[in-house]
């Protein structure tokens, strides 16, 4: 089953908008990664936040982690229509260093 | 940055037939790589994690028959849908991790190479 669960499943908001997307786990985890894709494209890592740490700044993107919680959450701010595309949370589980499990991911619309 | 590159991006084929893709670290050595399936709207899922020099380690449900994958160098993995039927229409994409800083256990991905089974 998937490791992520993430909601909204759909974002659509207006350019210059902040846009929040919220992510969920739910085992023990090294860390946790965001990827965007654009779509029928591959991913694009955006940034990454270790298990020690609660947030993470990255230009326009600011991200939280919880680990009380099992979750994190990703902010967009002022957003641009070329953020449009879907994201997703990746997780690595502690004790297999190699494997992430995706996400069922938001789709963001910006629009003009 | 780091590149991977994914061939082909879009092929259709005959049921029956086999189709090979290849998945290419351009600037970076990957002792592993990754093959993924997504379906329309939808989640990655992992089917496989190919690494360099030894056997491939299968996600539970994958037929390694059918799926089979090549990790011959450093650089490069081959996934080839043996046989391909309809219902292996799908987005297949790669990634890969640097094998100089796995630490961070990044995945750097391919552009994805959409398949279509007739």
């Known amino acids: 089953s998937q490791q992520g669960e993430e909601d909204p499943q759909a974002l659509s908001i207006q350019e210059g908008e902040n846009a929040t997307m919220n992510c969920s786990y739910k085992t023990s985890i090294n860390n946790l990664q965001w990827y965007r894709q654009n779509s029928g494209r591959g991913l694009v890592h955006l940034i990454l936040?270790?298990?020690?740490?609660r947030e993470k700044h990255s230009g326009r993107l600011r991200v939280t982690l919880d680990t009380s919680k099992k979750s994190s959450s990703l902010l967009i701010t002022a957003s641009r229509a070329a953020d449009t595309a879907s994201y997703f949370c990746a997780t690595g589980k502690t004790g297999t260093a190699s494997k992430l499990t995706f996400g069922t991911g938001t789709r963001l619309q910006v629009t003009l | 940055g780091a590149v991977v590159s994914q061939h082909p991006s879009w092929v259709i084929c005959k049921s029956g037939t086999s189709v090979k893709i290849e998945c290419r670290s351009l600037d970076f050595q990957a002792t592993t790589m990754f093959w993924y399936r997504q379906f329309p709207k939808q989640s990655l899922m992992l089917m496989a994690t190919?690494?360099?020099?030894?056997?491939?380690?299968?996600e539970q449900g994958v037929e390694k028959d059918k799926f089979l994958i090549n990790h011959a160098s450093l650089t490069l993995s081959t996934l080839t849908v043996t046989s391909a039927h309809p219902e292996d229409s799908s987005f297949y994409i790669c990634?890969?991790?640097?094998?100089?800083?796995?630490?961070?256990?990044?995945?750097?991905f391919g552009a994805g190479t959409r398949l279509s089974v007739l």
């Open positions: 190919s690494n360099e020099g030894s056997k491939a380690t299968y």
């Open positions: 990634s890969a991790r640097d094998s100089v800083d796995l630490a961070k256990n990044i995945q750097y």
């Open positions: 936040i270790r298990s020690n740490e």
